[in-house]
């Protein structure tokens, strides 16, 4: 089996959608992550399986003790900053707050 084919069929497994997933979200939220938030979306990617690391990105809002995440970004970047990090972790975008 040649190398063309062995990646054809590691994208096709469970395994290579997720990576191709998170890898595709990081390309397409990577200017409004910069927009919103001030710095690279790499900052807080741990390559391509892991992807999005929110417990870094949750030091880096300094949140508060008696506050979740989401209430800390909503509190610093509105929700276009929730819409962002929700995508990247593969949550439903929210519309209303």
């Known amino acids: 089996m040649n190398e063309k084919t062995e990646t054809q069929k590691f994208f096709e497994s469970s395994s290579g959608k997720i990576i191709l997933r998170n890898r595709m979200a990081s390309l397409k939220l990577n200017m409004p992550f910069i927009k919103v938030f001030g710095v690279r979306l790499k ?3 741990e390559g ?3 992807g ?3 417990i870094a990105f949750d030091e880096f809002l300094k949140t508060r003790k008696d506050e979740s995440t989401q209430q800390a ?3 610093q970047f509105g929700q276009d900053g929730v ?3 929700r ?3 593969g949550m439903k975008r929210e519309t209303t707050r």
């Open 87 to 89: 995508e990247l972790l």
């Open 48 to 50: 391509n399986i892991l």
């Open 73 to 75: 970004i909503f509190r």
């Open 83 to 85: 819409n962002i990090v």
């Open 52 to 54: 999005f690391d929110i």
């Open 43 to 45: 900052t807080f990617w």
